[in-house]
């Protein structure tokens, strides 16, 4: 159809939009899912709630008693302020709607969260990939480097990183964060549960540093809701590229209810964390197997033959992610989401008939 050619940018045009498997009967280890559904009364006391919400109405803009209650269940400096997000990654688009001044880069560790990428394609903004270690740690040497070389407008820390499951130095990351005294630092902590690790108490500490996280990882992916932290005034510019009204009244709601019981997903945030030690140390053990270190709720283990290991899970309906081609750090590398205790022992039987 030329009519595309003429009107669909060709850049938008070139891009393959990868599709994203249906799971349905499968044991799903491969979107970093809190497998745990909510238990027992929650459920029912949620639908009382949300059969009150007026669907009629928009949503409040501005959810005040909703963003106050948000800073003080999750800690967040009383010097900061709060935007959401319809996901994290509408905050990325609107980190780099922001920043797309023409010749402004974008600049995070590759392999790296994709969505950074993305996002500045989408913006015409240039993103400049910095390779890793071969170990998955921070290069820092080339990391210094580029920010002088480029001095992007935005650099991206996701802490710990996806696809990786590395939670990169606190010490390299204050580095960074000092040499880029241009830029916008963005501490991604979308697995802050599974790392138990922050920066949030540290924003105020400079002025080119704010954090954002999200629910989707532990237990809310279906709600889409991310936040991004910083001092008002980084918060005051991004808010104004906002889509009017992009937290819906329902997401609205169930983050309010949610924000009475975080207790209960953090007990599965636990469980996960447990499953996590169980799973990298019996991978560990298989021959031919190599696995990373990884502060999140996902592994990244390293086969001789990804695509053969992929298959045989697939043949057992077990889905994970065959990361391989994204980048040539992760030649042979699958990205398996820690799931509950039996399907964790499932994954198991089949890696171990798989790599003997
Ligand atoms: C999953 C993920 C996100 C996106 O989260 P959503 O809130 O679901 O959009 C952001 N950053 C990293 C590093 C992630 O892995």
């Not at 060709?10 to 559904?37: C, H, Q, R, V, W």
């Not at 995070?108 to 990428?117: E, I, K, L, Q, T």
């Not at 992009?246 to 009475?260: G, W």
């Amino acid at each position: 159809m030329t009519i595309l050619r003429d009107v669909i940018r060709a850049d938008i045009l070139e891009i393959t939009s990868y599709p994203i498997p249906d799971a349905t009967g499968f044991i799903k280890l491969d979107a970093m899912e809190n497998p745990y559904a909510l238990p027992w009364p929650l459920p029912d006391q949620l639908s009382k709630r949300l059969a009150q919400v007026a669907l009629n109405r928009y949503p409040i803009p501005h959810p005040r008693s909703l963003l106050d209650k948000l800073k003080f269940s999750l800690q967040i400096p009383a010097d900061c302020d709060v935007l959401l997000g319809n996901g994290s990654d509408e905050l990325i688009n609107m980190i780099a709607t922001a920043c797309s001044k023409s010749g402004a880069k974008i600049l995070a560790p590759a392999p790296g969260f994709v969505m950074y990428s993305m996002s500045a394609k989408l913006a015409h903004v240039e993103f400049v990939g910095v390779p890793l270690n071969v170990d998955l740690t921070l290069n820092m040497v080339a990391m210094l480097k580029a920010i002088t070389a480029y001095q992007p407008a935005v650099v991206y820390l996701a802490y710990p990183n996806n696809p990786t499951g590395t939670l990169f130095n606190n010490a390299d990351i204050e580095r960074i964060i000092r040499a880029a005294n241009r830029s916008l630092v963005v501490i991604d902590e979308a697995y802050q549960l599974f790392a138990q690790s922050t920066w949030m108490s540290r924003i105020s500490e400079f002025d080119n540093v704010v954090v954002m996280r999200t629910v989707s990882k532990s237990g809310l992916a279906g709600i889409r809701l991310g936040y991004l932290v910083g001092l008002p005034s980084w918060i005051n510019e991004f808010d104004k590229v906002r889509p009017p009204y992009n937290i819906n009244v329902l997401t609205q709601t169930t983050l309010d209810f949610m924000l009475d019981h975080l207790d209960v997903l953090e007990a599965q945030a636990a469980k996960s964390r447990k499953e996590r030690s169980r799973l990298a140390e019996a991978i560990g053990e298989l021959s031919g197997a190599h696995v990373f270190p990884s502060a999140a709720n996902f592994l990244l283990v390293r086969v001789l033959d990804a695509t053969a290991v992929f298959d045989a899970l697939i043949g057992e309906r077990i889905l994970i992610k065959n990361v391989s081609k994204m980048h040539p750090l992760l030649a042979e590398c699958l990205r398996i989401t820690v799931g509950m205790p039996d399907e964790n022992t499932q994954l198991l039987a089949t890696l171990r008939k798989t790599l003997h």
